[in-house]
DNA sequence: GCTCTTTACGGTCGTCGTAACTATA
DNA sequence: TATAGTTACGACGACCGTAAAGAGC
């Protein structure tokens, strides 16, 4: 499991079909099919039901999809949070 | 980014030193050390001070620490809760 | 027929372990 | 000197994009 497959997941999910969240993160439909597909090897369970054309969720994965919104959540806020400025920026020199 | 970047990160800070975390990790030192630095340079800042031989956190790693940690925890509760048998497991059969 | 998704293939990049090196206590 | 951590290096494996194929609507 990792967050590219996370991510990967979650946009798919919540954007409805593969094409739409493939742009978005910058990376071709095999690719984004590709990080699906992984995971759900890692997870031993499908994600997606692709009967039906646009693809949709199976139960797990809707019980994966708000973990996996968490999990994002968290890494934005470590970008946000660590990434900024330190808690004594005074005449601090970095690097 | 990545997940195994934040255990190393996670668990050497718990454990206040590389050289122990690293077989818990089923790592070598030099794979646990290289993970965290891409960690830092993913960051933009050292999250270890390396002056004191066993090394320290800065104040910048003492921020995400605990941040890892939660990501952590979600890692782990995707694997026990969706891994485990789905909503509707009668005569189903898998694969 | 058209759109959405998967598979095959080739190349590149990342990541690992071994081993040698540096530095602190 | 013994122990903690880093760097060099060679090899293996992972990942990506292009292109072609398969499957609903």
Redesign the interface.
């Known amino acids: ?3 590219k497959q996370l991510e990967a997941f979650y946009w798919a999910a919540k954007l409805g079909r593969m094409s739409i969240a493939a742009p978005r993160l910058h990376v071709t439909y095999a690719t984004l099919a590709r990080r699906i597909a992984d995971l759900e090897e890692s ?3 499908q994600l997606f039901d692709r009967s039906s054309k646009p693809a949709d969720l ?3 994965g809707r ?2 999809f708000p ?2 919104g ?2 994002l959540d ?2 934005e ?3 946000n ?3 900024t400025v ?3 920026p005074k005449y601090v020199e ?1 690097r």
């Open positions: 499991m990792t967050l997870v031993g369970a199976t139960s797990t019980r994966l973990l996996a968490k999990i968290l890494k806020q470590i970008s949070e660590v990434v330190p808690a004594a970095l």
